[in-house]
Each structure stands twice: as structure tokens, then as C-alpha cells.
């Protein structure tokens, strides 16, 4: 397939290329309590070693976060946060080509992790600090703006939307347009619908069925279903790594409309998903 501008995203500090299609981000969490993962990779050289292995089994970005945010979590002290994420960003930084994501909503966070060596920033709030944005157009970096309907703590106490789609489109291209105002240019914006924060199944399963809405905008696409929850009970399977089946299929489905980037935990067995996608898709 030949590359063409749209297809390749350049920075200061990183590039990729997006013209084979659907993007893999490697979820890397050097967290006690995240959902699938937590407690895994909480020493630095392990956390080291996974960042290597999912770069070697074709990750285009590895996203590493020091704070989880599965339903009820607590807030992390940013000084933790940067204590749990800057060594493993600085000692990936120089071992991959691949582009390295911070995962936090909290500046001083995102500062440090860019001085490490990352340079995107996820952030689950959408740049609900005005400080991000400004920090991302200084660094001319790009961002993932995630919608979430409460916070962490509060967001599956009892979600309710008129209408899902709609609501969280119009709140991502207000996010969006806020950031652009603030600085940031618009290919570097992504927006991810938020699957399982503050949703229901079936807001989930909705938002997946209607994503070439947002696939539509002038924006990057990045959505995260990985192991969920909602994908455990339609399958019946209550451990988060008992949920690859189930994953693959939203991602071949996300791959199918377009979307840009997927965020997974098994990033060799997403990677054969994507390889049929692009097959069907080119033929």
C-alpha cells in the first residue's frame, strides 16, 4: 500500500505509520491494582522486559501507566505515579524505536514521563486540566482524549445516556476543538469513546457498533476494549485473560470501520487479528 501524508504522523519526538492501517498500543501497567494486570510488572526490569516484548511482537506504541483506573480505584500521589512509570520510560526509551504513551490525567506526571522519554499523552479526563493541553502544545506531542462519565470511583455506580453515540461524540469533539484552541494540532488529537468507563454493556456494545461515527470526524480514532468486563459477561469468562476470544472480535470490528489505534494486552494475538482485517480489507 502506498503511504501517502495522511498516512504518516510526525512529532518532534516520534512518528508512525498508519498505512497498513489499525495500529497496536501495548497496555504496560506498573500498577498494584489494575484489573488484568495489576502487580505483574511492578519491578522496573520486568516492566522492562514486557515493554521489549510486546515492541518485538509489533506494538507500535507502548502505553505505560503508574495509576489505575478500573472502576472504584483510588487516586495515586502523582510523586508515585512518577515514581513507578519514569524508570521504566527512561530505560524502554532507549531500547525500542517505538513511540512510548503516558497514561495519567495529572501534569506533573505527564511532565516528567515526556522528560523520561514518552511523547504521547492518554489521558483519561480529556484534558480536563487546561495545564495538559498547554504541556502537549509545548511539546508539540500527541494526545488521546478518553471520555469518561464520572471518575474512576464513581463511574459504574449507575451510567445513564440519552443518547450514548451522541453524548460522548459531542463531548470529545468539544474536548477536541478545546485542545486545538489551546494549541495542539488537530492530527495530533485522537479520541477514544471510553469503552467500560461510566457504560453499560450495552452502551458498550452501541458505541462499537456505531464507531465509524467517530472514525467520520477530522480526529484519530483509539479505542480500548482489551479484557473488559462487559466482554467477560457475554462470554461467561470471569478472569480478564480468559477474555482473548471476545477481545479479538471487537478489534477485528474496530480494525474493519477504520479505526486508527487499539489498546490491548496481547499484542501477538491482536497482531494476527489485524493481519486478516487488512487482508480482507486490500483484497
Known sequence: MKTTSDDMLQWPSGRL?????CLIMGVLNVTPDSFSDGGQFLDVSKAVARGLEMASQGAAIIDIGGESTRPGAAAVPAA?????VAPVIEALAHQVDVPISVDTCDVAVARAALEAGASILNDITALA???MAELAAEMQVPVVLMHMQGTPRTMQADPAYDDV??????FLLTRARRAESLGIASERIWIDPGIGFGKTVDHNLILIKHIGRFVSTDYRVLVGTSRKRFIGMITGRAEPPDRLFGTA???????AAGVSVVRVH???PM?????VVRAVREC
Open 80 to 84: 508515585e505515579q512518577i515514581r513507578r
Open 165 to 170: 453515540v451522541g453524548q460522548v461524540l459531542h
Open 271 to 275: 497482531q494476527d487479528v489485524l493481519r
Open 266 to 268: 496481547d499484542v501477538a
Open 129 to 131: 486540566d487546561d495545564g
Open 17 to 21: 505509520d498508519f498505512s497498513a492501517g
Open 249 to 255: 472480535a471487537t478489534v477485528a470490528m474496530c480494525a
